[in-house]
């Protein structure tokens, strides 16, 4: 009965180095989402896998940042030269079907420092 | 598009006091709304949701919110506060093309003994 889970769960790292996010979700859920926290803001919409595929990455910031899902779970969201203000909390949640009813159930995400 | 807006940043009360925290939503079609909840360190945890079965929802921690479609809003309310309800609580209103959530900013709630 494991739920999301998120590694690392913090990371910190120097401007202009590349990261990259592991997100394992719930066994068996085909929808996945990448959100960001920034401090004292709720979380904002990054990307949705529907299976394999990203059905929507219209949140992704710029073209610095990519995700993916090679076999539909775990997923990995790649950031290239990070930049200061990428500093964040990354959560990833999974839900069962994706759909605007299905909940979604959220990881405890990593905190990315980028000095 | 859909959007949520929550009023006051942060609310205190004193435990065992009505917890009242207000959500108003913006929606052309009708909405699915979510109540989270964060607890310091920890990821988002789902305390209800709303799905048009019922206008009145009850969640975990004895919390509920009513859905007033009149007034567009969601708030949520539990009758007696607890201090291990300190946490930040998060609106959400579920984008039409399912993708996403929408949340809006939060509001913290601290008890005081």
């Known amino acids: 009965g494991a739920g999301v889970s998120q590694t690392p769960s913090n990371k910190v790292t120097e401007k202009g180095k590349y990261v990259e996010l592991r997100c394992d979700p719930i066994?068996?859920?085909?929808?996945l989402y990448w959100y960001r926290q920034s401090l004292g803001q709720g979380p904002e919409f990054l990307i949705y896998?529907?299976?394999?595929?990203?059905?929507?990455d219209s949140g992704l910031p710029n073209d610095r940042f990519f995700a993916v899902r090679p076999e539909g779970s775990v997923s990995t969201l790649k950031i290239q030269r990070t930049e200061r203000g990428d500093s964040a909390v990354y959560l990833c949640?999974?839900?069962?079907?994706?759909?605007?009813?299905?909940?979604?159930?959220f990881g405890p995400g990593t905190r990315l420092t980028v000095l | 598009a859909q959007s949520v807006t929550q009023l006051g940043s942060h609310v205190s009360v004193s435990e065992g006091a009505l917890v009242l925290l207000r959500c108003n939503y913006s929606?052309?079609?009708?909405?699915?709304l979510f109540w989270y909840v964060q607890y310091p360190n920890q990821g988002l945890q789902l305390l209800l949701k709303?799905?048009?079965?019922?206008?009145l929802v009850k969640g975990i921690n004895g919390f509920e919110a009513e859905f007033k479609k009149s007034e567009t809003s969601f708030h949520l309310t539990k009758p007696s506060a607890h201090m291990s309800d300190a946490a930040e609580y998060f609106c959400?209103?579920?984008?039409?093309?399912?993708?996403?959530?929408?949340f809006g900013s939060g509001t913290r709630l601290s008890i005081r003994p």
């Open positions: 949640a999974s839900s069962a079907r994706g759909g605007e009813s299905d909940t979604q159930y």
């Open positions: 066994s068996g859920h085909t929808a």
């Open positions: 896998f529907q299976g394999t595929g990203a059905a929507d």
């Open positions: 929606s052309s079609v009708p909405p699915y």
């Open positions: 709303y799905t048009s079965a019922a206008t």
């Open positions: 959400a209103v579920s984008d039409s093309s399912a993708s996403k959530i929408i």
